[in-house]
């Protein structure tokens, strides 16, 4: 099982993935896929996975430990409350590895409107 990730849980960033699933994940590259990323806050925001034309490069993580998806949902705001909205929805999308090869890897998408003041930032 892979995760892509975009945001904050790149290496060198301030939650790097490393330092918070220590042991449970392991780095096998970067990638792309299309969408588009919005500033929301101090995070970003992907939506327009499906529709996009637009290209958004992260890093694909494979998970070693299956509990290391649970700490990921909470981290990202993803609950089991299925009435409301979470931050977060977590969905499967196709990467395109910067190899020329192509994984499934689960995906944080944006699960909220944007607000007024979101810019684009890719």
């Given at each position: 099982?892979?995760?892509?990730?975009?945001?904050?849980?790149?290496?060198?960033?301030?939650?790097?993935?490393?330092?918070?699933?220590?042991?449970?994940?392991?780095?096998?590259?970067?990638?792309?896929?299309?969408?588009?990323?919005?500033?929301?806050?101090?995070?970003?925001?992907?939506?327009?996975?499906?529709?996009?034309?637009?290209?958004?490069?992260?890093?694909?993580?494979?998970?070693?430990?299956?509990?290391?998806?649970?700490?990921?949902?909470?981290?990202?705001?993803?609950?089991?409350?299925?009435?409301?909205?979470?931050?977060?929805?977590?969905?499967?999308?196709?990467?395109?590895?910067?190899?020329?090869?192509?994984?499934?890897?689960?995906?944080?998408?944006?699960?909220?409107?944007?607000?007024?003041?979101?810019?684009?930032i890719n």
């Open positions: 099982m892979y995760v892509f990730v975009y945001g904050s849980l790149r290496r060198g960033e301030r939650n790097p993935i490393e330092q918070f699933l220590p042991n449970q994940v392991q780095f096998i590259g970067k990638g792309w896929i299309k969408g588009d990323v919005y500033q929301i806050d101090w995070y970003p925001g992907l939506v327009n996975v499906h529709t996009s034309e637009s290209i958004v490069y992260g890093e694909i993580y494979e998970i070693l430990d299956p509990k290391a998806m649970t700490k990921l949902d909470a981290y990202e705001g993803i609950g089991t409350d299925e009435t409301l909205p979470y931050l977060y929805k977590r969905e499967m999308v196709n990467v395109n590895l910067l190899d020329g090869k192509t994984i499934n890897a689960w995906v944080y998408i944006y699960n909220m409107s944007l607000p007024k003041n979101a810019r684009k």
